[in-house]
Every structure is written in C-alpha cells, then in structure tokens.
C-alpha cells in the first residue's frame, strides 16, 4: 500500500503499488477495486500515491509515474493531467510525490519538476512563482516530497535537497531553513504538525521538531532510540490523542511529543588535545610547546614548519553526548564557521601570523551555549621571513635602487651630453648650409662674369651682386662668431651714448629698398627729441637689423612695418611692429631659441636662423629686456590681418665702469639690391624645369640663369613643390634638401613613389657634402647630387644629360612599341608603368570604343596627366601611344595566313579597314596586305618602321 485516504461519508481508499486503486465501504465491507482501463476514460496508472477530496466532491488522485486524475463520482469520468498533454491539462513532471488542498481549495501538487497550483475557477496548473510573484526566490524544478498545511493556513513543503519551505499565501513570501539552520538533512520526506503548533519533519537522517515560535530546532536519530534514521515519504500520521506514527524503512515509530523532555543543562566546552602532524602534543614530550595540559593554556607558539596541526575540544555534556554539535572560527584566518559533529578543527599551510580559535557547543537538544572558549596560536615566521631579515631585505634592496637610480642619472647625464653634442653639430650644420648657400650667389655671378663686360651695365650689376652677397656672407659668419662668444660669456660691449631715435632711422632707411621691393610701407620714427642710451652701437646695431630683417621677410605684400622709439619710466622702449601673418601663442616663447623651426606652413611665421636668439644676448648684456607678442591672421575675424610685435627696453643712460672689449665693426643687414624680372618662356620644346628652394635669393638667381634654356617653374618649399610636380609634371626636378615643412629627401621619395610623377628625374642641391650624406640622397633614388656651393655650368650639364638621357629612353620605349622582328608582340616593355598600360590595351583590343579617356580611368589619373606621363615616357602622345599597341598587335597577327586584313582590323580595334591600312602603312611603309605575304614568305629583310 502507498496511501489511504478516508472521505467524507467515511470510506478508505487505499492506493497501492501495481494494484490500482481501491475502496472500501466501512458499511457494507466490501471494496471496490479501480484499475487502469485498456480504453480511454479511466483511472491513469494502477501506482497510486495520493489521494484527495476537493470541496465539490470529486477526487484528486496521483500516480507515480503517469501524472494526476481528477475523479467525478458522479459522472464516473476522470480528467488526466499529464506533461505530454496540451494546453489545461499540462502539468510539470510525471511523478505525483505530494498532493495537498488548503482551505481555499487550491489543488497543490509536487513533482520531481518542482512545486505547482490550481486555483478555483481555473483550468489548469501553473507554477507558483507565475501565481504568486513573491514566490519567485523559490528554487524551480526542485523535487518536492511533502506539502502540508497546518492550522495557521501556511504550507510547509518538503524538497528533495533543498529542505524546508515555509509559504504564507496571505503574505506571499517564502522562508526557507536547511542544514545550515539545524536540520539534519536537506532531504525532508514528510511534514507534520503536533498539538502545539511544532513542526515535525521525518528526513533520510531521523526526526526533526522546528517550534516556529522560537525558531528551535531539535534533532532525533538511532542515538533517541529510533529504529532507523531513514524515513519514507509521506509517511507521518497524527492521532487524536496527539501521538505521532512515523513509517520508515526499520517499521513504525509511535511517540508523543508531549513526553519528550527536553534538556536546559548549560555545560563547559574543553580542549582535550593537540596534535601536530600525526604526533600529540603533551608537556612531558620534550618539544617545550605545552606546560600543561592544553585545556589550562590560554596561548600556544608553534614554529613555521608545525602550522599542519588539529586541536579537539569536547563539551562536557553526558546526555546523549553523540548528538553534541560544535562550531568554530580560526579568527584572523577566516570568517566563516566551521559545523562538525566530531569535535575537531584542522588546519594546514598556515601563514606566520596571530590567530584566535574560537568554538562554541551545541548539546543533545540543540541548545547552543552562550559563551565561547577561546584559544590564541601564534605561529613563529621563519628565520628569512623576521623583522630583521627584512631589514637586511630592505637595505639590499636600497643599495640596489640607490645603484640604479645612480646608474639611470649617470647615464642620463651622458644621454644628454650627446643631445648636446649633436644639437651643436646640427647647429653648425644649418650655419655651413647658410655660409654654402651664398658662396654659392658668390661663386654663380661670377661664372657669369666677362670681363671684358665690366664697362657695361650688366658687369656692374653682377659685381654689385658680388659685392652685397659677400658682405652678406661676412656678416653671417660674424654673426655666429658673436653668438659662439656671447654663448661663452666672452662677449664684451663698448657702450657709448648713442642717440636711439638716429640709428633707428639710419638702419629703417638701409632696409626701405627692401621693402618696398615687397611692396611694403615702412615707417621709421618721426621723434625730433634725440633719446640717448648708452650702448654698444655695432652689436645694438644687429638687434634692430636682424628685427626689421624678420619683420619685412614675414609680412606679405602691401602689409606695414612700424618702429617707434618711446622713453618710459622702465627705460627706453623700441618697439617693431609688423602686420605680418604671425606666431602661434603655442610658438612665441621659443622664437629666442636658435633655428627655431615651426611647421604650420601659411598660418605663422615658419622659422628662425641665429638672429633672435643672438639678439636677446646682446639686449641681456645690455640689462635690457626683449618680448614679443602676436595674433595670427588665422585666429582673427575674417578681413583682419595678423601682428607680430618685439618690445626692447633697455636703461636709461647712466655711467659705467670697467674696461671693455672694442669688437671689431661689421656690417649692418641691408638689402640694396631689387628683383629682376624673368625672362619670357622659350620656344614649346624646351624642357620645364621645377626648381624648389626655400631661400628667396638663390632661387631667383637659379630661375634667371636656367630661364634663357629651359622653361622653368619655381616652388618656396618641398610641399609647394610636390604639388606643383604633380599638376605640372615637369621634364626635371631641383631641390634643396634643407627646407622646412617637406625637404629634399621626403620630396625625393614622394616623387618616385607617386605613380604619376615616378619618371621625373631629382636633382638635389644641399651644404651636407660628405661620403654618408651623398649616398643618404642616393638612396632616396635621386638621379643628381651637388654640394653647395657649386658651379652653375656644372648643374646646367647635369640637368642636360638627365634630359637627354630621358630622350633617349624613349627612343628606346617606342622601339620597344613600334619596332618587331619575326614577332612584334615578344619584345618586353621596359618600364613597370608603360608594361601595365599596354597590357590593358591589349585586354580591350578589340574594343573599338576604348579611348585616352578609358586608359586615363584605369590608370587613376587625369588625362592631362596621362598625356605628360605618356609623353615623357615614350614621345609619344597618349592616342598615338594606343595606336601603336593595336598596330603591334595586328602586324602579329597578320602573319597567320589564315587571317585576312578586316579580320584583323577588326580584331585589332579598327572599325574602317581603310583607315586601319593608312595608318599602319604609316609605320611598316606597306600595306597589311603586302605585309602580310612578306612575312609568310619568310623573306630575311623587315620593313624599316617609321615613327608616328
């Protein structure tokens, strides 16, 4: 028998296992047997395990493994529940293990798929937490065993591993208690109220009272006298006297709850032993760790190599002492608490430290003591792990880092010596790339020089040229003698009493020419009042020259320069003011610096030489002062021009002692000298020459001396001239290789890179003049290289043979297009660029719409670009270059007898077999036909081609 079920008018239905269903009328004594019929419409499976009456009469009856019948007595029907059925009558899980209707006649039912619902009025079963939505923190798909409900309307289920569910359906909540509450297993089979209200619970590991009262849990197994601990499912039954029958697997247990005492005695908790390792510790065995006995130490020490030990501890219970419960802490280790039923903490692996065992008692009953028993340990570090060994660690290791951080700023030091080093070797490598640069205006006029030409015009004006660029050069190289000596602090001053307001005008007058060359408007100062200083006038001299210098070279044309002298209570100002296009806020405070050099190319000014940075030093030796301020146009409002401002103060004339160096008199800065103008281009088959030189004066001097030969187009940077190369397509490039933004070398590369301008020959011109330097150039595929200063005639040469070079290869190019032996097609082009061009000509052979303009697609350029690559490349215009592809081809295939001429023609692009033969007689001086049976009679002479 599974279940027995008494109804209403009296009757037992008892549910066994295989044998179905049976009812007995305690009238009459005769039962009645229900079996799982063969048809459909009865009983669902003869293993039934529950049964229930609802409020309406009819019967709820559970299998084992074939889901819930609802009985009508009545009618004689059944309605099954079942989870391979559809829509009201699903349910969740085959095994009926637990069935319950509560007061408010809601069906419950437990599976091995957990915990599910029916409520009056509904149809059919829902799981709680769909039902109920502050059930949702039960687990689901748990298997439950027991649903009981007792006087209070709150359920209590029993789950197969997760405990003791406590549902309060008015409150909608759900408590749940495991074994980390008390209960001795998880595994609750059956639930069951006494007389007081107590919940009893019959799990796998005995009996189980909970008093939800005072949330008390006492636990009884075979040391109470239990038969056995394992108890079956549902099996708890309370009389009416209260007593309690409990089924298990050892028989029946009869108790009354109201007989079990229960035991209030408070008992002292003792540490009975220690032992390390497999060994137990005792004062009498020598290792000096206990002095008594262990229960009366109130600290043990132990050293690091005996931190594996167990400590026991007993509570001097004596009723049922089996059933004693301990807990215990390693304080300082671990924060959780330990359960155990044995009485002993084990621990391995311990680190040095200070510890606390902390253990507390439960008794037979479950009765927790209040006080715990505390025990310190104290585990010794290891003799490298002490105070002093980490001292000793401690000094290693800031001798070490002393070492090192000694070693990094030794090497720093170094690091930064040769920072130094190279800084001046870049530094004097700028000033030789400047010296260079004008012996080269030197050396060129006078290449240019007859002198039997010295009456005329021209022959003064290029010994004028000499002259200025030679004191220019002078000046130079005494400008950086000065700023080596002033950098030194060898530089001395003769101050004399000077009148601020006449140099100022004198030097403003040598710079007008310049200026208004650049068609600028210079205003010198207009004071009648003479201000004197005191100063050096040769060295204050080159303050204001280099300032004007800068002023007039960044202000753009039609722009005003402005000089004023003012006394003011902190001395005498000198003030220059361009409107010029400025200096970022970001760039003013290192414009001091020398050959300071910016990169925002047509926003600010771009660089700097020595001439700043050698006028601070000599205004500082002055005990003056030098600022700047400026605005960029960029950063004004549209139509309003930039500013760069410089403010000299400097004392007011005084007395002063000592005895100075007299430096040697130099010459000012002063341009004298005015544009030429530029010859008119030549004749249309003279070469085009790009030059591309940052400083103004060379580069006007070389387009006045290449204009005569060449057409020439002149660039100020290597960026300009990058662009100007690939609009242009120029026949040569020259360069410098020092310029600001791009220099020669990154020109260099982009040039031969770039797949439209990859044929230009390079010419680069620059101050480096070493071995490394030239086969640096080299190596960015430059074609020349000439060091400055050098001879004009030497880079007209230069420039000659690369362009006649050039002419030559194409020559060659077209011979390689128009000339054919016994196969016109066999010859290699030899250019990557002109290979790939009459590749995809030939690809679109015989496509008569293909033009310069599909040709100019493929190859991703414009077609006036095309058109000068072609044309450099081979002398050929870009049709005339399709032309000769087809032409090639079709003298090819004109020597297979078995085409005729309009086949090939058409073969070959050409749509008018008239035009087709004009055109290539043109080249092959015979008709396709007679070039055609020339070749199939192997005649050894080839038809000499003429050039298109």
């Not at 006080?371 to 980490?390: G, M, Q, S, V």
């Amino acid at each position: 028998m599974k279940t027995i079920y008494r109804d209403r008018k009296g009757r037992l239905w008892v549910g066994t296992h295989a044998g179905g269903l049976n009812l007995l009328d305690s009238s009459t004594g005769r039962f009645t047997r229900i079996r799982k019929a063969r048809q459909a419409g009865g009983i669902c499976s003869n293993d039934i395990v529950q049964i229930r009456q609802d409020k309406s009469g009819q019967f709820w009856i559970g299998s084992e493994h074939d889901g819930l019948n609802l009985y009508n007595e009545v009618s004689q029907s059944y309605v099954h529940f079942h989870p391979d059925s559809t829509g009201d009558q699903h349910i969740d899980g085959h095994d009926i293990r637990a069935l319950c209707i509560d007061r408010m006649d809601n069906v419950w039912i437990g599976t091995e798929r957990g915990l599910q619902v029916k409520t009056p009025g509904s149809r059919g079963f829902r799981q709680t937490a769909r039902m109920f939505p502050g059930l949702a923190d039960m687990p689901e798909h748990i298997g439950i065993n027991a649903i009981f409900e007792d006087e209070r309307q709150q359920l209590w289920i029993g789950s197969a591993d997760k405990g003791l569910f406590r549902i309060l359906p008015g409150e909608n909540k759900v408590v749940r208690y495991s074994e980390k509450d008390g209960l001795p297993s998880d595994d609750v089979r059956a639930v069951i109220t006494d007389l007081n209200g107590r919940v009893w619970l019959a799990t796998n590991r005995g009996l189980c009272c909970f008093d939800p009262a005072r949330g008390d849990i006492r636990s009884f197994n075979v040391y109470d006298g239990l038969p056995g601990n394992d108890f079956t499912s549902n099996a708890f039954y309370r009389m009416v006297d209260g007593g309690i029958l409990a089924g298990g697997l050892n028989g029946i247990v009869h108790f009354n709850p109201a007989d079990i005492q229960r035991n209030d005695l408070r008992s002292h908790i003792a540490f009975s032993a220690l032992r390390i390792g497999d060994r137990t510790i005792n004062p009498q065995d020598g290792t000096g760790i206990i002095d008594r006995d262990i229960d009366f130490m109130e600290e043990v020490s132990i050293s690091y190599d005996q931190n594996d030990f167990s400590i026991d501890f007993r509570l001097l219970n004596f009723i049922k002492p089996g059933k004693n419960r301990y807990a215990y802490l390693l304080d300082g280790y671990e924060t959780e608490w330990h359960q155990s039923q044995t009485g002993t903490a084990t621990y391995s692996n311990l680190p040095a430290g200070s510890y606390t065992l902390r253990v507390k008692a439960a008794n037979n009953d479950g009765i927790w003591e209040q006080e715990e028993r505390l025990l310190a340990i104290r585990i010794r570090p290891a003799p490298w792990a002490t105070w002093w060994a980490w001292l000793i660690y401690l000094t290693a290791t800031g001798l070490l880092v002393y070492f090192i951080i000694r070693y990094a700023v030794m090497r720093h030091r170094f690091q930064q010596e040769q920072l130094l080093q190279q800084f001046k070797l870049d530094f004097f490598t700028n000033i030789s790339h400047e010296i260079r640069t004008r012996l080269t205006l030197i050396t060129s006029p006078l290449e240019r020089l007859d002198p039997g030409e010295l009456q005329d015009d021209r022959a003064r004006t290029i010994w004028t040229s000499v002259r200025h660029h030679t004191t220019k050069l002078t000046e130079l190289v005494q400008e950086l003698l000065d700023f080596r000596k002033a950098e030194s602090g060898y530089l001395r001053l003769k101050r004399e009493p000077t009148d601020m307001v006449a140099i100022c005008q004198e030097i403003g007058e040598g710079f007008r020419p310049m200026a208004e060359s650049k068609g600028l408007i210079l205003e010198c100062p207009k004071n009648r009042t003479p201000i004197t200083v005191s100063i050096d006038r040769t060295q204050f001299g080159k303050v204001i020259s280099n300032l004007l210098a800068n002023a007039i070279k960044f202000t753009p044309a039609g722009g005003r320069v402005h000089m004023k002298v003012e006394r003011h209570r902190q001395g005498v100002v000198l003030t220059i003011r361009d409107t010029g296009i400025g200096i970022s806020p970001a760039n003013l405070g290192r414009i001091f610096n020398n050959y300071f050099q910016v990169t925002d190319h047509g926003t600010e000014n771009t660089g700097y030489g020595i001439g700043l940075a050698l006028s601070k030093r000599i205004v500082e030796l002055h005990e003056g002062e030098i600022s700047a301020q400026s605005e960029r146009s960029a950063d004004r409002k549209a139509g309003k021009t930039g500013f760069t401002e410089f403010m000299v103060t400097i004392p007011a004339l005084r007395e002063y002692s000592g005895d100075p160096e007299i430096l040697p008199q130099t010459a000012s800065v002063i341009s004298d000298s005015s544009a030429e103008g530029i010859e008119s281009p030549g004749p249309a088959d003279k070469a085009l020459i790009l030059v591309v030189e940052d400083n103004a004066e060379l580069r006007q001097m070389l387009e006045e001396s290449l204009s005569p030969i060449f057409d020439v187009l002149a660039a100020e940077d290597g960026s300009q001239g990058l662009e100007i190369a690939r609009n242009k397509i120029p026949d040569l490039v020259v360069s410098d290789i020092m310029m600001p933004m791009l220099d020669g070398l990154q020109l260099c590369d982009q040039l031969k890179s770039d797949r439209e301008t990859s044929h230009i020959p390079v010419i680069l011109l620059t101050a480096k003049a070493t071995l490394d330097d030239r086969i640096s150039g080299l190596q960015h595929r430059a074609d020349g290289y000439i060091s400055k200063p050098f001879s004009l005639k030497l880079l007209i040469t230069q420039i000659n043979n690369l362009i006649d070079n050039r002419r030559r290869l194409q020559e060659v190019f077209r011979d390689d297009m128009l000339v054919t032996e016994k196969n016109p097609a066999d010859r290699p082009v030899r250019d990557e660029f002109l290979t790939e061009m009459s590749s995809h000509i030939l690809k679109n052979l015989d496509n008569a719409e293909f033009n310069v303009a599909s040709l100019a697609k493929h190859a991703t350029m414009s077609q006036p670009v095309l058109y000068r690559k072609i044309k450099a490349l081979t002398g050929l215009s870009v049709n005339d270059f399709i032309k000769s592809i087809r032409l090639r081809r079709a003298a090819e295939l004109l020597c297979d007898p078995e085409r005729t001429v309009y086949e090939v023609a058409y073969m070959v692009g050409f749509s008018d077999r008239k035009y087709f033969s004009r055109e290539f007689k043109k080249i092959y001086e015979m008709t396709p036909s007679a070039y055609a049976q020339h070749q199939r009679s192997e005649s050894d002479e080839e038809p000499r081609p003429h050039e298109i």
